[in-house]
T-cell receptor, first 116, second 111 residues
Framework: KAGVTQTPRYLIKTRGQQVTLSCSPI?????VSWYQQTPGQGLQFLFE???????NKGNFPGRFSGRQFSNSRSEMNVSTLELGDSALYLC???????????????FGPGTRLTVL | QKEVEQNSGPLSVPEGAIASLNCTYS??????FFWYRQYSGKSPELIMS??SNGDKEDGRFTAQLNKASQYVSLLIRDSQPSDSATYLC???????????WGLGTSLAVNP
């Protein structure tokens, strides 16, 4: 099975611009979660989509948004970029159908966003 | 109190030794527990999941769960320099259906 893919891998933007990141989950997985990772802050949860619906949301401003398509592919968008948005953005997919509470999450390689 | 706590380290062990990584969590309703390994500049990689009290072994890795004491640990036997990485503990609490992450423990295995 192919793993989680994310595009683009690297991105350089300037303040005020917007950006769209894409994630394709493992085939058959219906849940996609997005995380922001910065040094010292650990993994910060952005949101989770399951069957095209946002099922959970972290504590990020409304500039961060996402969506999921019928084929489970997901996009996240960040508008009006700030310097502090520079981070590694990670997408994780899960089947989320396990009886043991929650299936494992499998991560893509991430998108490294630099805001100048 | 943070929901999932790990010692940040660095934890330094000699090659061939046992590395012991610990994680405590605050939500008694937590159901699923995961250990991930993250190399510098890479994404996290799942290495162990555990759902019930006791030990679970997979190769050189053993996860231990004690729900009464609210901790989960990861033992790495015969540590190798290639095990040098940050180890992240993640806990799923069903009430809010979120995976809660620790900040990770940095492990250095010295040849």
């Amino acid at each position: 099975k192919a793993g989680v893919t994310q595009t683009p891998r690297y991105l350089i933007k300037t303040r005020g611009q917007q950006v769209t990141l894409s994630c394709s989950p493992i085939s058959g997985h219906r849940s996609v979660s997005w995380y922001q990772q910065t040094p010292g802050q650990g993994l910060q949860f952005l949101f989770e989509y399951f069957s095209e619906t946002q099922r959970n949301k972290g504590n990020f401003p409304g500039r961060f948004s996402g969506r999921q398509f019928s084929n489970s592919r997901s996009e996240m968008n960040v508008s009006t970029l700030e310097l502090g948005d520079s981070a590694l953005y990670l997408c994780a997919s899960s089947s989320a159908l396990g009886l043991a509470g929650y299936n494992e999450q499998f991560f893509g390689p991430g998108t490294r966003l630099t805001v100048l | 109190q943070k929901e999932v706590e790990q010692n940040s380290g660095p934890l330094s062990v000699p090659e061939g030794a046992i590395a012991s990584l610990n994680c405590t969590y605050s939500d008694r309703g937590s159901q699923s527990f995961f250990w991930y390994r993250q190399y510098s500049g890479k994404s996290p990689e799942l290495i162990m999941s555990i759902y019930s009290n006791g030990d679970k072994e997979d190769g050189r890795f053993t996860a231990q769960l004690n729900k009464a004491s609210q901790y989960v640990s990861l033992l790495i036997r015969d540590s190798q320099p290639s095990d040098s990485a940050t180890y992240l503990c993640a806990v799923y609490a069903g009430n809010n259906r979120k995976l809660i992450w620790g900040l990770g423990t940095s492990l250095a295995v010295n040849p």
